[in-house]
């Protein structure tokens, strides 16, 4: 690379972060004529791309950006004022630059594109003369996001991370022409930051994924030695792993607001075309995603958010007469949680009516008149997901055909994640994303069938049932050739994973292992041959001849050598409706429904601290349970240990930390131990008996966390206290940090 296309380079690198600065400040401007702050930043950012177009022989974007440079002094100098006209000429401008800036990254020219009459219409504005109603705007096909104006995406000349932001270095003092006086001020993060290639954090993120591997093989192969120097040493090398696992990832990751930052001039263009007035809200912008994951929720936020605009948001006067405020508001909120981002997108508009829904899905064939009639809101919501279906009635713009939400929610399925949507007719409308923090290295469960292996990412996995004996017979029932078993009272459909495969059925067992597992709102039971351990994985994409079984999501390679597929459980979930095809729809709906949380509800396990005082702890904070012998207790320091899968596990006595002794305790042989995971590290929580599984919703106003407690549940008729178990583990770990 010569050192001319060296600075080409760089040049194009910061005028994107400065163009993607622009947009979002020319939006808040318009909102806020009077910020004089806003104005000069503008003014800045504009000079210092006009001028280095000057230095590196840009001609085209330099007449481009000195025109809308002088525009803005006029306004800077109070000569003229902010308007809706001037701030569209001056976005405009941002498209040609934007799309000059396009070309040079393709082929290092600036276009074949005249922009003689954008440069004339900014110069007539800065002279003051007068100007149309309106300037012509160029159309939105609604079919087709990335005919928005919102900036490129980046090519190969630009692989550059955005995870540094550029500090400008300059300050303007003074400008009278392009002889403007420049000071410079310190640059205080020299040598602290640096910028580092895409591909270079793929390559280390692919090295971690080796290295976890490595670690995987060598705990295998450790699993029957009684060599403590050598634990330890894996205990160590475990340490490293997660801790660069862990490092590489926050390097990769980056906040949503890079995607965020588009879309204020996204909805300013589109509102004015569709005649509504919409402000935008935004919580949690600093929440982080994987690089990968940035540019792939794109596409689906944005056909959300347009769908908003377009379909749900009333003009000011349709909402004046239903006695909302005339502006309509589109609220953004992202959030990191249990190694997911929560994302909802909300709007006030007048939403769609639950009957209308339904008589289309009838009319249309896709439900029956009997199934519209006892189909809940929450479903009804859903039927908007499927293909071809769309509700234009109240459009502000003529749409193109296309899929709609079900488009949406196929993006979103392909990263991993969930679509869910709740309606409130004539009020507002919700959309809930969950996605993965990122897709590289997931913890996932290990099950088999007919001596093949593969993995279940623990995201979707609920709860785990051992049924044995007569136990299994009694508890499941089939209706209509299709097997359910009736769990804490609803009846949860069972998937055979055989059956989903379509590999031989394995022989004839007198106990069933069942994996619970969540896809989207439905519950189901996948039923396998054996349950294994967690482990963490590398995902490794699928080879292109296997990329359209759709129960499949990627591969992954175990310690000891061996390829494992990994499930793709919404795939599964769509095959199991296959799969009952055959039950009659009505009972099928019916089921299926029974089988759903509600939203207030969650599972909880109910342990015993003595003879007489019950526990109770989220199933969501238990990785597994384990029966454990009084003699396997080791002593470590001040703490109590356990061997556990190769490593040193503490103990915590629950009834002890609760001041509430046992009496019994001396007397026993064995002891029940709640297994949690808490930041890659298992900690034990010991209590006297583990005593069912129940589903109960969590009353907070006895929460308090001096007493490590979340609040109360009521189960047979009796209160039960739900402790914190994140905040037990979290207090631990602060007092004995892992070596």
């Not at 409130?424 to 088999?448: E, M, R, Y």
């Not at 429904?593 to 509800?601: I, L, R």
Request: charged share 25%.
């Amino acid at each position: 690379m010569t050192e001319e296309s060296s600075y080409i380079n760089e040049f194009l690198e910061e005028v994107t972060e400065t163009l993607n600065r622009l947009d979002r400040q020319f939006i808040a401007l318009e909102k806020n004529p009077s910020n004089t702050d806003c104005l000069t930043e503008i003014f800045r950012d504009l000079h210092t791309i006009k001028g280095s177009c000057g230095l590196l022989g840009f001609n085209k974007l330099e007449s481009i950006t000195h025109s809308g440079e002088n525009l803005l002094g006029k306004l800077r100098d109070g000569q003229l004022n902010v308007e809706p006209v001037i701030v569209t000429s001056l976005l405009k401008m941002m498209d040609a630059v934007w799309k000059t800036v396009d070309c040079l990254k393709k082929n290092g020219r600036e276009g074949d594109v005249d922009y003689s009459t954008l440069i004339d219409t900014l110069v007539s504005l800065e002279k003051g003369e007068p100007q149309p109603d309106s300037l012509p705007t160029e159309s939105l096909e609604l079919g087709n996001v990335s005919s928005l104006p919102v900036a490129p995406k980046s090519t190969d000349l630009q692989k550059q991370s955005d995870i540094i932001p550029t500090t400008d270095n300059q300050d303007l003092v003074s400008s009278e022409d392009s002889k403007q006086t420049i000071t410079t001020k310190e640059d205080k993060s020299e040598g602290k930051n640096i910028r580092v290639n895409v591909e270079l954090l793929d390559s280390l993120m692919n090295l971690v994924g080796e290295v976890v591997l490595a670690r995987n093989q060598f705990s295998r192969l450790l699993h029957n030695n009684n060599d403590s120097i050598i634990h330890g040493t894996s205990q160590n090398l475990s340490r490293v792993t997660t801790d660069l696992q862990e490092t590489v990832l926050k390097a990769r990751m980056q906040p949503i607001k890079n995607v965020w930052d588009k879309l204020p001039r996204m909805i300013r263009d589109l509102s004015m075309k569709c005649g509504n007035n919409i402000r935008l809200e935004m919580e949690g912008q600093d929440s982080e995603l994987d690089k990968s994951l940035i540019g792939a929720i794109q596409d689906p936020v944005m056909n959300i958010i347009r769908n908003a605009i377009v379909h749900g948001i009333e003009t000011p006067e349709e909402r004046q007469l239903a006695g909302k405020p005339e502006e309509g508001v589109i609220w953004l909120r992202a959030s990191n949680q249990n190694g997911q981002i929560h994302l909802e997108i909300q709007d006030d508009g007048r939403s769609l009516d639950f009957h209308s829904i339904k008589n289309q899905a009838v009319n249309e064939k896709r439900i029956t008149s009997e199934q519209a009639e006892i189909l809940s809101d929450k479903d009804c919501g859903k039927l908007l997901f499927l293909k071809g279906f769309s509700s234009t009635k109240n459009s502000l713009m003529k749409t193109t055909k296309g899929n709609g939400l079900t488009h949406t929610r196929e993006m979103i399925e392909k990263i991993g994640g969930t679509l869910d949507i709740e309606i409130q007719p004539g009020v507002q409308t919700n959309l809930k994303i969950k996605i993965p923090l990122t897709l590289a290295i997931i913890p996932a469960l290990i099950v088999s069938n007919d001596s093949n292996s593969f993995a279940i990412p623990q995201v979707n996995i609920r709860e785990l049932l051992w049924l044995e004996g007569k136990q299994s017979l009694q508890q499941v029932e089939e209706i209509s050739g299709s097997q359910f078993y009736r769990l804490r009272g609803n009846l949860l459909p069972l998937v055979q994973l055989s059956h989903a495969l379509k590999t031989d059925q394995p022989e004839h067992r007198s106990d069933l292992n069942i994996v619970v597992l969540q896809a989207d709102d439905i519950s189901f039971g996948l039923v396998v041959e054996q349950i294994h351990n967690a482990e963490e994985i590398v995902v490794k994409n699928l080879d292109s001849l296997l990329k359209n079984i759709k129960v499949f999501s990627g591969a992954t390679m175990m310690g000891d050598g061996e390829i494992v597929l990994i499930l793709d459980v919404m795939g599964l979930a769509q095959n199991a409706m296959m799969i009952s095809a055959e039950s009659s729809r009505d009972e099928l709906m019916e089921t299926i429904a029974s089988s759903k949380d509600t939203k207030e509800s969650q599972a909880m396990l109910i342990v015993s601290l003595n003879d007489e005082q019950r526990v109770a702890i989220r199933l969501s904070d238990v990785t597994r349970l384990e029966e454990v012998k009084i003699s396997d207790i080791e002593t470590s320091g001040k703490e109590s240990v356990l061997q556990y899968r190769g490593e040193l596990m503490p103990l915590i006595n629950i009834p002890q930390l609760l001041n509430a002794s046992d009496d019994h305790q001396e007397t026993r042989d064995n002891f029940e131990v709640v297994v949690h995971t808490h930041e890659g590290q298992s900690l034990g929580l010991q209590v006297k008996n583990i005593l069912d599984i129940v589903q109960a919703k969590v009353s907070q106003k006895r929460s308090n966390q001096a007493l490590n407690l979340l609040g109360t549940i009521v189960t047979d008729n009796s209160v039960v206290d739900v402790i914190d178990v994140t905040l037990i583990a979290r207090n631990f770990f602060k007092m004995y940090p892992v070596k």
